[in-house]
């Protein structure tokens, strides 16, 4: 009995794992566009990135990715969207705000010497962001990021309560009909927690890769 | 001053809120002149440095490098205040070392000094690496060109970090407090590569230093600080044998306790 | 073709939305009451010397917070039976989302005990402090003050994680919303309402958060407005 429903449940691991990472793709660009916006010296882009931030944060995931999928394909949007794209969407607006908090407490971790050094050399404004300030930005950023990249993974699951098959969907799916629920969900947290830990692991193994110093100043 | 002077400041003046750092401040520095500034904390020398860097703004006076104005550029009537571009063309001529070092956590050595030549001054990746490895050379660290930061101890960083601003060729060169964040026994080798660059260079160089030995037999002048101001200010055997101002002899006296 | 937003429907289904939402309001309450004393236990029992104690419960507490809320809940309403608990949908919906948290608040816990410095546990020893003052008098008061904080945002992040007891038949405010979507063809309104109700109060209760970080600090800590 096993033997058969483990295809169907890897079919969904394999769901789970692609909108986990389109996801996080998604929300790591948020997160950067909306913590540069905050930090921004326009009103305006400030404002926009507050209210962004603000109202994904506020709200329910669940809520979020109902209103995606039940609301939008609704005049006046009328936009109809996949559970797929909703999925995508949904998880990369929701967790893309709390990223942006990550985000912009990295870029403000960068120590003022720095910039003052670059600015020293000439160093033009944008090469001096992204040769200086960004790659020591993204060290800090790595270990609660780490921890949200968690949170994303686990809100994947709610996308079976829009109807995508992801692994929860699947795992749902079969204890419906083999009434194994023990042993159905019991292989699903396990997949969820192996999940988890590949997350953890290339996380950490990314740090070790970029952190070659805490600081270069004084000790 | 026969030539005229490479720096110029006039009437400087810089408040933060309601505390003036730099009081009207007026001084000029002949070019390859070695000037240390000294005084008490918070008298306003280090701010001197950073407007003259242009990392803050002054908030009255100009200040002038080699006849052209640096804080201020050329107006419809007169001047205004610098625009980005015209400040970053006036940085171009001036180097400065930090207290911190500030070297680029996440770079080596060798690409700490080689970043500023290749990214501003657009050489080519091959001919600023060159120029990086030779300037190590120099400050004695060339066998350290694929260090990080972090495996590099505090006085060979700062060696590095004089190599890095030295990269640029400018014409004049600024010390803020370079040995102040080193254990004592780090500060000799940093100050020997300050001395080499004095004696082969026609650098303009302004220090800012709580090091009176290196300041005695370095500097060409030595100014004293007191509350946003230039007390007084002479050639070291001036300064350091008669004082005129009792300000002046109370510092030097507990400096002196100190060392 | 009807209107875009009905809003004479918007105020006839307030009532049930309401209703739906204190529902919601005292589920998180409950499901807060749990998560703040069995997250008290689990610190504790980690900070067990007992090699046999601290280190499965470290591993049960880092395993429910790796794996997904949903499907605890459905293991404890689908499986707990299996083992002779039969819970309601709402009572497995509490224990659920209490225990998941509870987890969580256990680490808030332990982070807040660890960063009392340890001189003041030696400072308590030297003046012979028994340990029920020392605890009550001097560790407590210091853990306390940064943990209040993290534990008011982990109670925001709770009542936002309510709807997902809906999976479970659980009637709060994201299923009554979807309910009456269903039943009336007007999704519009109701999940907005529902969206809408959920921002107003994370927001209220993400400022009353910082308030009371505000007031609760010490007065060296707090900003001064710099000169």
């Known amino acids: ?219 | 001053m026969t030539a005229s002077p490479m720096i110029r400041f006039r009437q400087v003046s810089k408040r933060y809120g309601s505390l003036t750092v730099l009081d009207a401040l007026d001084l000029d520095i002949a070019p390859g002149e070695k000037v240390a500034l000294i005084g008490p904390s918070g008298s306003g020398k280090s701010t001197l440095l950073r407007a003259l860097m242009l990392l803050d703004d002054i908030d009255g006076g100009v200040i002038e490098v080699d006849g052209a104005p640096l804080t201020h550029m050329p107006g419809r009537e007169g001047l205004v205040r610098a625009d980005e571009r015209y400040k970053r063309r006036g940085r171009s001529g001036i180097g400065m070392v930090f207290q911190n070092f500030n070297l680029f956590p996440h770079m080596t050595a060798l690409q700490n000094v080689a970043e500023a030549p290749a990214s501003v001054l657009g050489l080519p990746a091959a001919q600023a690496k060159t120029r990086a490895a030779e300037l190590l050379e120099t400050v004695g660290l060339g066998d350290k060109l694929a260090h990080y930061p972090s495996q590099l101890s505090g006085g060979q960083q700062q060696r590095v970090a004089i190599a890095r601003a030295l990269a640029m060729r400018p014409r004049i060169m600024l010390f803020d407090e370079v040995t102040s964040a080193l254990d004592p026994e780090l500060c000799g080798e940093v100050l020997n590569v300050i001395r080499r660059l004095g004696d082969e260079h026609s650098l303009t160089m302004l220090m800012v230093t709580h090091q009176m030995g290196f300041a005695k037999e370095f500097a060409d002048r030595i100014c004293f600080f007191s509350e946003g101001k230039i007390l007084e200010q002479g050639s070291p055997e001036q300064l350091f044998g008669a004082p005129q101002h009792e300000r002046t002899r109370t510092f030097l006296r507990a400096v002196m306790e100190a060392s | 073709m009807g209107k875009l937003v009905d809003f004479g429907f918007a105020w006839r289904i307030l009532p049930d939305l309401l209703a739906a939402g204190m529902t919601t309001i005292g589920i998180t309450l409950a499901g807060f009451s749990i998560a703040l004393a069995g997250g008290l236990l689990l610190a504790l029992l980690r900070r067990s010397p007992l090699a046999f104690v601290s280190w499965p419960v470290a591993a049960i507490v880092e395993f429910v917070r790796s794996t997904p809320l949903l499907i605890q809940l459905y293991f404890l309403f689908y499986v707990m039976p299996e083992f002779g608990l039969m819970l309601s949908a709402p009572a497995a919906g509490i224990a659920g989302i209490g225990l998941h948290y509870s987890c969580y608040i256990a680490e808030v816990y332990r982070a807040g005990l660890e960063a009392v410095p340890r001189g003041q546990w030696e400072a308590c020893q030297a003046l012979s402090l028994p340990r029920s003052v020392a605890y009550r008098r001097v560790i407590l008061p210091q853990a306390i003050r940064p943990m209040l904080p993290a534990l008011g945002n982990y109670l925001v992040a709770m009542f936002k994680d309510t709807p997902v007891l809906s999976a479970i038949t659980v009637v709060e405010l994201m299923l009554q919303a979807k309910n009456i979507g269903s039943h009336s063809f007007r999704y519009l309104e109701p999940i907005t309402m529902a969206g809408l109700f959920f921002l107003c109060v994370s927001l209220l209760a993400a400022a009353l958060v910082r308030k009371l970080e505000r007031a609760t600090a010490l007065p060296a800590t707090q900003t001064r407005k710099t000169a």
């Open chain 1, 1 to 219: 009995m096993l033997r058969e429903i483990l295809p169907l449940l890897l079919d969904g691991t394999l769901t789970t794992i692609e909108i986990t990472l389109l996801a996080s793709a998604l929300a790591m660009l948020l997160a950067m566009l909306a913590a540069l916006g905050k930090l921004s010296r326009w009103r305006g882009l400030r404002w926009l990135a507050k209210l962004y931030i603000e109202f994904f944060r506020g709200t329910s995931l669940l809520v979020q990715l109902f209103w995606l999928y039940f609301v939008l394909p609704l005049p006046p949007f009328n936009v109809s969207l996949s559970p797929f794209s909703v999925a995508v969407f949904g998880l990369g607006l929701h967790i893309g705000a709390y990223g942006a908090e990550i985000m912009r407490g990295a870029l403000q971790s960068v120590p003022r010497g720095q910039i003052e050094a670059a600015i020293a050399l000439n160093i033009p404004p944008l090469r001096r962001f992204t040769r200086i300030v960004l790659p020591q930005a993204l060290v800090n950023a790595i270990g609660p990021g780490t921890n949200l990249l968690i949170e994303l993974l686990k809100g994947t699951s709610l996308v079976s309560l829009v109807t995508l098959a992801d692994l929860s969907f699947r795992a749902n799916q079969v204890v419906q009909v083999t009434y194994l629920s023990r042993e159905v969900f019991g292989i699903t947290l396990l997949i969820y927690f192996a999940l988890a830990q590949c997350i953890n692991l290339a996380m950490r193994l990314l740090a070790r890769r970029m952190a070659h110093a805490p600081a270069g100043g004084a000790r």
